[in-house]
């Protein structure tokens, strides 16, 4: 539990630190980067007044790991420094100024709606592979996420993949078209704490959106800026529609990518008589070419794409029976999956000066 | 059957000063260098031999150089004149041989194999190119000859000025062993204050250490300097054809700036140029470099290789941005900064960005304005505000 209140990046010294906050039977740690905040309660019987106080949460997360098994905790307050101990062990941790922890203020939530853990964790294992690992456009960090006729969209693009998927929600309070930027970062941690059963509280504000998973809160400013029409870049007609089996695809654009150029990682795909070809070329290293069946009788079409980012998209879907939508050589390729109607990545394409391997 | 090589190092004489003195011929036999006015704080871009005779060197500050010559002549036309001048250069080198490669403004190497016939021996046709150089260009220069580039250009150095040195196939050895091992080419600072450590002074010192004994003690660079220190170089000379290797801006303060702030600045103004250059050639770079130089001199580079190749101003500038954070020690400050971009690609290539279409249209409309600006009153007629 410790462990998901750390918090990196820090300026303050105090935020390398956890508010402990024990009053009323209960014990509030509070961790934050100042963007977000995260607090767990838990259960505590206190003897003596109420404590503030703060400890280091890198050290607090590792020696909890460290204690024995189901073993209780008992934290003393000693002023400047606090006693950790279970039945054989005890810490001395300096604390830093509880003062000096920044307070969060909570904004009005507009909307507040109820989704289960299941539900939310397939939205974020769907989409957020498509989050760049870094972007000089803010809002591309996080993901959109929004509130629309009664159901809960995510989406995430670097503008090179593109992922969005919906579930359908039962009850929404407050305005019904909700929208934010929520970090990369803060999804990634509450993926973390989310599991089969029960619901996650989520509420959305102007400014904040909180998410409440049983004793668990996470408190956060949403990105600010304008996110990207979607709806504008996703093609909605094709004339090549392909049908293919992900593993089979996945392991062919493997073999290709054992060959690809380590720039961009380029792989084309050669579609033709209900088989794809898959070819590459490294300069200095040597070129690939196979071939497997898929379902395509349309004309040829001759499309590069960055191996490993396929292979992620191909990842982010629950089944293995994929369509594969595409425009042009030089357009974003759409794929789908029939049992999956609400999720929809797009693929954009390599472009090559010369496709052909060799050049000639 | 197999072709002897025969590489060409052309090397103009004190290429900028030349330059200046066909503009100025009152300039011929005095102290003359490109670079500064004396006071100010940029380097000696070119020193003519009378002012070499009094230590002054490239890359020197100006400073420096007046205070070795106080006669001195500073001068500078501007580099529009200097690549026209290159340009004119290369024309009358690929009239010998289309194999022709400009390492510099300044310098080229061709590939002159195969062609004796078409111009006699190695003397005869370096000899034809001294003049025809002189005649269309008005410009001194020494040409080194030999199986391969990097003998050819310790010869021209060796026979500078207004010189030519053929360096006879299997006389290669020979001719390098007296040598300094710091003529080499590509020996850094710390590979020679290894070799003096251990003795070695001499190319030919290099040779008798062994190509295995090398390897042991500097790596696989060592093996590559013995091959060049014996005159072995396989490596071919590179046409000039297709897409420049790099752009770069660099800019030398008028006084040292150590505010992070105003380094921000000037690295967003020369990212806009090295961008606007960039967008001229139709080309996207990969990789973002800087290079600054602390007030002491002592100079640093670093580079960033970026998923997407780029020449929108401003990712360089946040790369740049960045690389400065990174390695810049912040209590020092700073005489010049560069802005560098590399691993250049024709715009059109590369992995594809669904969202770029939409603010690139915007973007390139305001580029396209920019650009249009600059080149109709200087790189300088449009700057980035604050």
């Known amino acids: 539990m410790a462990s998901l209140l750390k918090r990196s990046q820090t300026t303050l010294p105090v935020l390398s630190n956890l508010l402990v906050d024990a009053a009323d039977g209960t014990a509030t740690f509070v961790g934050t980067d100042l963007e977000s905040h995260v607090t767990v309660r838990v259960p505590a019987q206190l003897k003596g007044g109420p404590a ?32 950790i101990s279970s039945t054989a062990n005890e810490y001395r941790l300096v604390t830093l100024p509880a003062d000096d922890y920044p ?20 939205l974020i294992d769907a989409v957020l592979y498509a989050l760049p690992a870094k972007d000089h456009r803010r809002v591309l960090m996080g993901a959109l996420i929004e ?25 929404i309070e407050g305005d019904k078209n909700a929208r934010c930027v929520v970090s990369g970062k803060l999804l990634t941690d509450l993926r973390k704490i989310l599991g089969d059963e029960g619901s996650v509280q989520v509420e959305i504000g102007e400014r904040q959106a909180a998410f409440i998973v049983d004793n668990v809160e996470y408190r956060t400013n949403v990105i600010e800026g304008k996110y990207p029409d979607c709806d504008a870049v996703i093609p909605k007609e094709f004339p090549f529609a392909v049908r293919l089996n992900r593993e089979q695809f996945k392991l062919a654009a493997r073999r290709a990518g054992v060959v690809s150029e380590d720039r961009n990682k380029s792989i084309i795909l050669k579609f033709a008589d209900n088989s794809c070809e898959f070819t590459s070329m490294a300069a200095d290293i040597g070129t690939f070419n196979g071939k497997v069946s898929v379902e395509y009788d349309g004309n040829p079409i001759e499309v590069a794409f960055n191996y490993q980012l396929m292979i992620e998209t191909l990842d982010s879907f629950g089944h293995p029976d994929i369509h594969l939508n595409i425009k042009s050589e030089q357009s ?6 029939d049992a999956e109607p609400d999720h929809i990545c797009v693929l954009m394409p390599i472009k090559l000066t010369d496709l052909r391997p060799g050049g000639e | 059957m197999h072709r002897q090589r025969l590489v060409f190092h052309v ?28 006071n100010s704080r940029g380097v000696v871009a070119s020193a003519s031999y009378e002012a070499r005779a009094f230590g002054v060197r490239s890359a020197m500050p100006c400073s420096q150089a007046y205070r070795l010559c106080p006669q001195l002549v500073f001068v500078g036309s501007g580099f529009g004149v200097y690549s026209e001048y290159s340009r004119r250069i290369g024309d009358v080198l690929r009239t010998f041989t289309p194999l ?71 006389g290669e050895r020979g001719f390098l062993a007296p040598l300094d091992a710091g003529r080499l080419p590509g020996i850094g600072a710390k590979t020679q204050t290894r070799l003096r450590e251990l003795g070695i002074r001499t190319l030919g010192d290099i040779q008798r250490v062994g190509r295995v004994e090398c390897r042991r003690l500097f790596g696989d660079h060592g093996a590559s300097l013995w091959d060049r220190a014996s005159g ?47 967008r001229a050639q139709d080309l996207t770079a990969f990789t973002v470099g800087i290079k600054f130089r602390y007030a002491d001199f002592e100079t640093h580079g670093a580079s960033r290789t970026l998923e997407n190749p780029t020449n929108d101003p401003s990712v360089l500038r946040d790369e740049a941005r960045g690389l400065l954070a990174e390695k810049r020690d912040p209590r020092r400050p700073l005489r010049l900064i560069g802005v560098a971009a590399s691993g250049l690609v024709g715009g059109g290539e590369g992995q594809m960005d669904m969202l770029s279409a939409e603010r690139d249209e915007r973007r390139e409309r305001l580029w396209k304005a920019v650009d249009a600006l600059r080149g109709k009153y200087g790189e300088d007629a449009v700057e980035r505000g604050g």
């Open chain 1, 52 to 83: 503030r106080l703060t400890l280091p949460a890198d050290k607090l997360a590792e020696l909890v790991g460290l204690m024995p098994a189901g073993s209780n905790i008992v934290m003393n307050d000693e002023g400047g420094q606090v006693r």
């Open chain 2, 232 to 278: 072995i170089d396989d490596n071919a000379v590179e046409p000039d054809t297709g897409p420049p290797k790099q752009v770069s801006h660099e800019t030398t303060f008028a006084e040292d700036i150590s505010d992070s702030g105003e380094l921000s600045r000037r690295i967003a103004a020369l990212s806009d140029k090295v961008a606007s250059r960039l």
């Open chain 1, 332 to 337: 974003p390729t759409v794929l789908r999956c």
């Open chain 1, 103 to 122: 307070v969060w203020s909570p904004d009005d939530a507009a909307t507040t709606f109820s989704v289960t853990q299941r539900q939310l964790r397939r």
């Open chain 2, 11 to 38: 090397d103009m004489d004190s290429f900028y000063v030349s330059v200046e003195r066909l503009l100025n011929p009152d300039l011929v036999g005095k102290p003359v260098v490109v670079g500064g006015p004396p």
């Open chain 2, 100 to 170: 022709v490669q400009m390492a510099s403004q300044d310098e080229a190497y061709l590939d002159m194999s195969g062609t004796e016939r078409l111009w006699g021996d190695p003397e005869a046709s370096a000899r034809s190119i001294k003049t025809r150089l002189r005649e269309d260009t008005g410009l001194p220069c020494t040409v080194g000859a030999s199986s391969s580039r990097t003998v050819s250009k310790i010869a021209s150095a060796h026979a500078k000025p207004d010189g030519l040195l053929w360096v006879r196939p299997g």
């Open chain 1, 147 to 171: 509130t629309k006729d009664m159901n809960l969209r995510m989406t995430a693009t670097d503008g090179k993949k593109l992922s969005r998927m919906s579930v359908s929600l039962g009850e």
